[in-house]
């Protein structure tokens, strides 16, 4: 089945700093990614949405200059938490849809960023 | 817009116990309707969908859940719980179309599976 790589699982960085998240589709292409952020104890919120050979979309109240959204490839969407808060701390999830249709919608595993 | 309402937030539960794990929804269109779940730090697996067709829909691990659209609710059943069931499972919809792949979510609700 269609598959969705995502790295790293876990970071830790300092304040100030960048991190870059990766998602990629293993087995099929993705021209959209969705972005999420889960809070501690809370659901899941739409951050984005990538589009490839396009610019991201985002949610209302989403800071498109914290995070940045590149889609450089049919499987490949990254982003990036410019300039790191501890309130950005979060666990991050991406997915994507396998094919037009197919609403069997495939998540990565997530990543756990900590800002110190 | 969509909004999905999960009722509990823990459901405590013994081993071999039934459970249900309620879900609720409004929407002006017809959406589609799943239920994840998410063991700790990890990504969200897909339980069961429903798209269309029959109301019941099954997963292979021995839940299911009903679409009764008079009442807009999707609710999680099992008939049987194990201890392995413990985790957090999500309900969310979608309206497809221009939304396609916008997934909207409820709450959460941590089912523990005592023994």
Known sequence: ?116 | AQSVTQLDSQVPVFEEAPVELRCNYSSSVSVYLFWYVQYPNQGLQLLLKYLSGSTLVESINGFEAEFNKSQTSFHLRKPSVHISDTAEYFCAVNAGGTSYGKLTFGQGTILTVHP
């Open chain 1, 1 to 116: 089945g269609a598959v969705v790589s995502q790295h790293p699982s876990r970071v830790i960085c300092k304040s100030g700093t960048s991190v870059k998240i990766e998602c990629r589709s293993l087995d099929f292409q993705a021209t959209t990614m969705f972005w999420y952020r889960q809070f501690p104890k809370k659901s899941l919120m739409l951050m984005a949405t990538s589009n490839e050979g396009s610019k991201a979309t985002y949610e209302q109240g989403v800071e498109k200059d914290k995070f940045l959204i590149n889609h450089a490839s049919l499987t490949l969407s990254t982003l990036t938490v410019t300039s790191a808060h501890p309130e950005d701390s979060s666990f991050y999830i991406c997915s994507a849809p396998p094919g037009q249709g197919n609403y069997g919608y495939t998540f990565g595993s997530g990543t756990r960023l900590t800002v110190v």
